[in-house]
């Protein structure tokens, strides 16, 4: 039945299969995972990098040869730290040692945990966590470095809110919601940014703008939040900060419930808009990027997150189903996020266009949600200016009629020149030619102040009358 679903789906939607079919044939990978020439061992962590990662795990492996198997397993460390986190059946007093110790665990040879509840998706990693432990003692010293560094503080920060009790109940301040996403996301991308760095694939000037790091990780965080937010409710969890959604319904409950719709669509403009504040600056980290297999990583989860945002914004399918971008859409994406930073900020153009679209001017925050979107368009314009096709065609219109009217003037100008020389020269050959045949002209000049009358009567006097 399901198949027959997606047949008659893609027959009424020709462009989905269209973007599908061009991403399965005519994506080529810079770099390609040769599975044949690694040990055992590693080929496991990418067994198990493929069941714990849907998004991620594609992009990773077509990661250059320096980077690949360094980013798999700081990836797969933190996924084992996040499936203790996660796992509400393990006890808070076994979970909080646990998540501030998980680094040593990566230096003991053999080390694995079973304890995770049955139902616990990602419990096979850390059962055979062993294996993720061997490969990453084979790693450059300097990367193991940042990877145990960024497992330190994230494994802190999550034994700090497992033992929170007010965190368990939900998120209440927005510098909370802040912090959280902090130690889930920002550590990550900090993390990430340092082995590009150091593997010289990213510009070093990003270790002195940590806030463009951070952004990266808080705006994938929180979109993944705000989509999710009708599986975390039925979960019982609850990362939308109340100073948020207080400010549009008494109990957490009522959002979900269909009588407060319009309130509830008002308050998802409000996270949205918290997190468009990020989108400028995850456009200015990837122009960091100095590698084509790192800038494809990076800009594939950031376009997929502007086009989420674009999907659940006024949205009210997200109170009641886990919602998210079609398989088309997002081969259409990846398509375009593995090109460069002028395709991609136009991938950022066109949906923070659609946003605004939908922005209804009975929304609180309808303003602010027009200046953040405003702000994006605006930051792209100082990376790739744009031009106006009809505004350069009637400047080029102007100019043609300016230089068409100079050119009539001279032209005149020109013609009238060259009448009067010709004038000028047929005067005075006809001149010359006379004076040749014996004009006088010192006899012509003489007769000014004598007229023609008197002349002619003095020549008759000197005539004889018999002559007659």
Same mark, same amino acid.
């Given at each position: ?219 994938? *965080?929180?979109?993944?939040?705000? @989509?999710? &937010?009708? =599986?975390? %409710?039925?979960?019982?969890? +609850?990362?939308?900060? $109340? ?92 398509? *375009?996020?593995?090109?460069?930073? @002028?395709? &991609?900020? =136009?991938? %950022?153009?066109?949906?923070? +266009?659609?946003?605004? $679209? ?111």
């Amino acid at each position: 039945m399901g198949g027959l679903k997606e047949v008659l789906y893609y027959m009424f939607h020709p462009n989905q299969l269209r973007a599908i079919i061009q991403w399965k044939v005519w994506h080529e990978p810079v770099y390609q995972r040769d599975p044949s020439k690694e040990a055992p061992t590693l080929q496991s962590c990418f067994k198990f990098l493929n069941m714990t990662s849907r998004s991620f795990a594609a992009v990773i492996q077509e990661l250059n040869h320096d980077m690949l198997v360094p980013v798999a397993l700081f990836y797969l460390a933190l996924r084992g730290l996040d499936t203790i986190e996660d796992d509400m059946t393990i006890p808070v007093s076994v979970k909080e040692p646990m998540l501030r110790d998980f680094y040593k665990y990566m230096k003991v040879d053999g080390w694995t945990f079973d304890g995770n509840g049955p139902d616990e998706k990602d419990r096979e990693l850390l059962v055979h966590f062993d294996e993720v432990i061997t490969e990453m003692k084979k790693i450059k010293p300097h990367y193991y470095d940042i990877i145990e560094d960024i497992t330190i503080k994230m494994g802190n920060g999550m034994a700090d809110y497992a033992i929170n009790a007010q965190f368990l109940a939900g998120v209440v301040t927005v510098a909370e919601y802040e912090k959280y996403c902090h130690y889930v996301a920002g550590l990550v991308g900090d993390g990430l940014t340092r082995l590009f760095v150091a593997g010289g694939h990213a510009n070093p000037a990003l270790l002195d703008r940590p806030e463009l790091t951070e952004s990266m990780g808080q705006f994938l *965080q929180k979109v993944n939040i705000i @989509r999710d &937010v009708h =599986e975390d %409710f039925e979960d019982n969890r +609850r990362f939308w900060p $109340q100073d948020i959604w207080s400010k549009y319904v008494d109990k957490w409950e009522d959002l979900f419930d269909p009588k407060n719709r319009t309130q509830a669509l008002h308050c998802t403009s409000e996270m949205v808009l918290n997190a468009l504040k990020h989108a400028d600056e995850c456009l200015l980290y990837m122009a960091g990027i100095k590698e084509q297999s790192v800038f494809n990583f990076i800009a594939i989860p950031q376009t997929m997150a502007i086009a989420t945002l674009d999907l659940v914004f006024q949205n009210p399918k997200i109170f009641s189903s886990h919602i998210k971008i079609t398989k088309g859409d997002a081969c259409h994406l990846m398509m *375009q996020s593995t090109q460069n930073l @002028r395709i &991609v900020c =136009e991938v %950022f153009r066109k949906y923070a +266009r659609r946003i605004a $679209q939908k922005n209804d001017p009975r929304d609180p925050n309808y303003l602010e949600i027009s200046m953040a979107l405003g702000k994006i368009e605006q930051f792209i314009e100082t990376l790739f200016p744009s031009q106006n096709v009809k505004h350069v065609k009637a400047l080029h219109a102007e100019k043609v009629n300016d230089s068409a009217s100079s050119g009539e003037f001279w032209e005149s100008l020109m013609l009238v020149a060259a009448v009067l020389f010709f004038l000028l020269l047929v005067s005075a050959l006809m001149l010359g030619a006379a004076w040749a045949m014996g004009a006088r002209w010192d006899t012509i000049l003489s007769t000014g102040s004598t007229s023609s009358v008197e002349e002619a009567a003095k020549i008759t006097a000197k005539i004889a009358h018999g002559e007659l």
